[in-house]
């Protein structure tokens, strides 16, 4: 239960996350730091979603398993097309984000010329 728990908590987090950057946005605020950290952020805790999904099968499985006798244990590993549909994007929005920051600091650059 708690793992399940653990496992919402870092996608309502996440996309907490998403908010706050889209929140920026409305405001004009495109090439700014805190968006950029924002949207790292977002697909930073997405790849964290999917690596504590992964291990919590395992985990979860030896937990249910444990008091039986030991030809009953077992132990399951599982990694879905839906694991690497949800890494992907989140890796590249990871991309996005420091693409942004680039950005920013270029911006910041091109504002000291002027």
Known sequence: ???DTSL???LAYAFYQLR????NYSQSEYFSVKSANHC??????LVFWVVIS??????LTMILT???ESSARYFSISFSSDDIITLFPAMSIMLIGQILKKACQLAEENKQFI
Do not use: A, D, T
């Open 1 to 3: 239960m708690l793992i």
């Open 40 to 45: 790292y952020v977002f697909g930073k805790l």
């Open 54 to 59: 992964f291990l919590s099968e395992p985990l």
């Open 20 to 23: 706050l950057l889209f929140i």
């Open 66 to 68: 444990y008091n039986q």
């Open 8 to 10: 919402i908590l870092i």
